[in-house]
């Protein structure tokens, strides 16, 4: 069965320094990842994915993430934290072939301080 | 913009009240699905659509009725419903392939509390 954890429900930083937001997950197959973002009172936005190309994805406003096989890991990472990188942060796994559904993790509260 | 709207954007009902949800996705997408997203809690899947025919409903109480007309358009029709159905609820839309990556287009939400 495929699940997915985030380890850290609540990630401070500060403006500037890095971020890194931490996934794992696990599947019976080579699944699909994604990472979405959600603003405060806002839907969900695609920040990247992984579909058995590239190992290190990148995304939009400068996000990355990195899929490692032998880890079962996905880590969301951004070199430098931008204060509207403050938001709620989900890590995806398809569920299995062609039924679209997807397993979504807890979630992770990024907070940036000034 | 995602491509993908939500009407109302807010909606506070009775507990006797009937009201709808609109969800209109203007992607071409083959899918549609209804989440519900409550405080401190993962988002929960309620509904699948595929080319309009219903293919999940898990476990989802009665007084919640979807309805797809067509591939573009999703309702979510509400009755009777109980103060801890307030919530946020998420449409989202996809293209289903033979492929894995079936990345899903959100829309914006509607914030339903029930009094």
């Known amino acids: 069965a495929q699940s997915v954890t985030q380890l850290d429900s609540h990630v401070s930083v500060s403006e500037g320094t890095p971020v890194l937001l931490r996934c794992n997950y696990s599947?019976?197959?080579?699944?699909?990842l994604f990472w979405y973002v959600q603003h405060p009172n806002k839907g969900l936005q695609l920040l990247l994915k992984?579909?058995?190309?590239?190992?290190l994805v990148k995304g939009i406003n400068g996000f990355e993430a990195e899929f490692k096989k032998s880890e079962t890991s996905f880590h969301l990472t951004k070199p430098s934290a931008h204060m509207s990188d403050a938001a709620e942060y989900f890590c995806v796994v398809t569920h299995s072939s062609n039924t679209g559904k997807l397993i979504f993790g807890q979630g992770t509260t990024l907070q940036v301080k000034p | 913009e995602t491509g993908v709207t939500q009407t109302p954007r807010h909606l506070v009902m009775g507990m006797t009240n009937k009201k709808s949800l609109k969800c209109e996705q203007h992607l071409g997408h083959n899918a549609m699905y209804w989440y519900k997203q409550s405080a401190k809690k993962p988002l929960e899947l309620m509904f699948v659509y595929n080319f309009k025919e219903q293919t999940e409903n898990n476990s989802v109480p009665s007084r919640f009725s979807p309805e797809c007309p067509n591939s573009s358009h999703l309702f979510l029709h509400l009755h009777t419903l109980q103060p801890e159905d307030s919530a946020l609820y998420l449409c989202?839309?996809?293209?289903?392939?033979?492929?894995?990556?079936?990345?899903?287009?959100f829309g914006p939400g509607t914030r339903l509390t029930v009094l």
């Open positions: 989202a839309s996809s293209q289903l392939t033979s492929r894995l990556y079936n990345e899903q287009f």
């Open positions: 992984y579909t058995s190309a590239a190992t």
């Open positions: 599947s019976s197959y080579s699944p699909s």
